[in-house]
């Protein structure tokens, strides 16, 4: 029984993925994608042919060939070794700052936006606040304050992630608080902290998801850009940011190399979740699909009566 009900469970999900595939297969390519960089990200260990902390001074800025396929930097590291751990630390910090903070951004979204009145007023005044600073500021004030470290940069970003999650879940439970059903648990005597959960919460997974795929991809630029700056994951452990960072604080002209490949990684994956975040909206956003519903029986109005009317001749 109990495998029965996982098959069902898992047959259901492809049905849902390849129904998604059919509407945006430029979505399904970047889910893939992702799903690729993630798995490299988790076998790093058996991925990467070297030690991407260990100094080679005889190879110092070898360009690609044979023994190192993506060259080295200037300590001798293999870059693709680098490329390789650098996607787990890189991802790990963008998805642990998204979690963390779209998941304080939902619950902020939907009290705000279903109890209302003041306590609705005094927080969107607070968002208003964080949203007044460029997220990239934001994150170098609160690092400054908190300190290095790969926490300190997931709670940083976490932070700026925080308003969007926060303003378009409270935009859904604004316009789900005035239907029937919610009126109608209101009537029997249901208490706010039963309708939340139960009602309101499950309208607003879709546009989580969405929300979640978005700030990715920012959170991934977030993460590069403070690398970058030198506020961000310290070294030597390798992320993407890192090494775009040391390599031009090390040399004023670096290797190509050395900029490339770590400038495609981030630029790969931040489209990719953007692409993917843009198909997830279209393909859930069951407003889209009536949009795009009518427009096509618009269109199909004039070419039926051009066929009724040649029908008859032709006969």
């Known amino acids: 029984m109990a495998f029965s009900t996982r098959g069902s469970a898992i047959s259901s999900r492809l049905d849902g993925f390849r129904r998604f595939?059919?509407?945006?297969?430029?979505?399904?390519?970047?889910?893939?994608?992702?799903?690729?960089?993630?798995?490299?990200?988790?076998?790093?260990?058996?991925?990467?042919?070297?030690?991407?902390?260990?100094?080679?001074?005889?190879?110092?800025?070898?360009?690609?060939?044979?023994?190192?396929?993506?060259?080295?930097?200037?300590?001798?590291?293999?870059?693709?070794?680098?490329?390789?751990?650098?996607?787990?630390?890189?991802?790990?910090?963008?998805?642990?700052?998204?979690?963390?903070?779209?998941?304080?951004?939902?619950?902020?979204?939907?009290?705000?936006?279903y109890l209302g009145r003041r306590f609705d007023l005094v927080s969107q005044r607070l968002v208003e606040v964080l949203l007044s600073f460029p997220a990239l500021i934001l994150a170098i004030l609160l690092l400054t304050g908190l300190g290095a470290g790969v926490h300190t940069v997931v709670i940083a970003i976490a932070v700026t992630r925080v308003p969007l999650s926060t303003r378009v879940i409270r935009s859904v439970v604004l316009s789900i608080k005035e239907l029937a059903y919610i009126d109608a648990a209101r009537a029997i005597g249901a208490a706010p902290l039963r309708i939340m959960p139960h009602h309101v919460a499950p309208q607003c997974l879709s546009p989580l998801l969405v929300v979640v795929s978005l700030n990715l991809g920012a959170a991934i630029f977030a993460e590069s850009a403070l690398s970058f700056l030198g506020v961000g994951v310290p070294p030597p452990a390798p992320s993407w940011g890192n090494m775009l960072g040391g390599v031009l604080a090390e040399a004023f002209r670096p290797p190509w190399w050395l900029v490339v490949f770590p400038g495609v990684a981030i630029t790969l994956t931040i489209m990719a979740a953007n692409l993917l975040g843009d198909s997830l909206r279209d393909f859930l956003d069951p407003r889209l699909k009536g949009a795009l519903g009518g427009e096509l029986a618009r269109a199909r109005r004039p070419v039926g009566r051009l066929m009724r009317r040649v029908a008859p001749t032709a006969s």
């Open 21 to 113: 595939a059919r509407s945006s297969g430029l979505g399904a390519a970047c889910a893939i994608f992702l799903l690729l960089v993630a798995g490299v990200a988790v076998f790093a260990d058996r991925l990467a042919p070297y030690d991407p902390l260990r100094a080679d001074y005889d190879a110092v800025r070898k360009p690609p060939g044979p023994q190192h396929w993506l060259g080295t930097d200037h300590l001798g590291r293999d870059t693709l070794s680098r490329l390789v751990y650098g996607a787990r630390i890189t991802l790990l910090v963008a998805l642990s700052s998204v979690l963390l903070g779209d998941s304080v951004g939902f619950l902020w979204g939907l009290s705000s936006g």
